[in-house]
């Protein structure tokens, strides 16, 4: 984990009578694999259990290395920007998205995302069936990693 994660991330949520919000959508909390994140709700910060989402902004240019998701669901919205996976075994597939698209990634499949351009960011919010936030993921193979010496 990077040493910018804020593990108590409390201070930025309200909440009353069963309802809890962060405002703005939070300062930037984290950045890990090429990618910021924006304080969200999880179960840091909320009594959830099975569920977390936040928005994630990748710079221009950016890749975030191969990886898998151990055990946990993930749905994106593209708000900003353009993206490319490579996904599946050896990450021999790739598909494009925009904003305006939804993506989802089930668990264990392997997967890296380049923001295709060098002068604009994508934003996405992000979804996970884990309350854990962070754990759980696993680095996979990447040539891009081994390249930039990640």
Do not use: C
């Amino acid at each position: 984990m990077s040493a910018q994660m804020k593990t108590d991330l409390s201070e930025y949520v309200e909440h009353h009578e069963g309802l809890w919000w962060v405002r703005g959508g939070g300062p930037t909390n984290r950045s890990w694999n090429g990618i910021r994140y924006k304080t969200g709700l999880s179960g840091k910060n909320t009594p959830a259990q099975a569920l977390s989402m936040n928005v994630a902004s990748a710079p221009p240019g950016a890749i975030a290395y191969a990886h898998i998701h151990d055990g946990f669901e993930v749905m994106l919205f593209i708000l900003q920007g353009r993206v490319r996976h490579e996904y599946g075994p050896n990450l021999e597939h790739a598909v494009e998205h925009e904003a305006g698209d939804f993506i989802y990634i089930e668990p264990g499949v392997p997967h890296e995302v380049f923001n295709l351009s060098d002068t604009e960011p994508v934003v996405a919010v992000v979804a996970r069936s884990a309350a854990d936030e962070w754990d759980k993921i696993i680095n996979y193979p990447s040539k891009h990693r081994d390249a930039a010496g990640g």
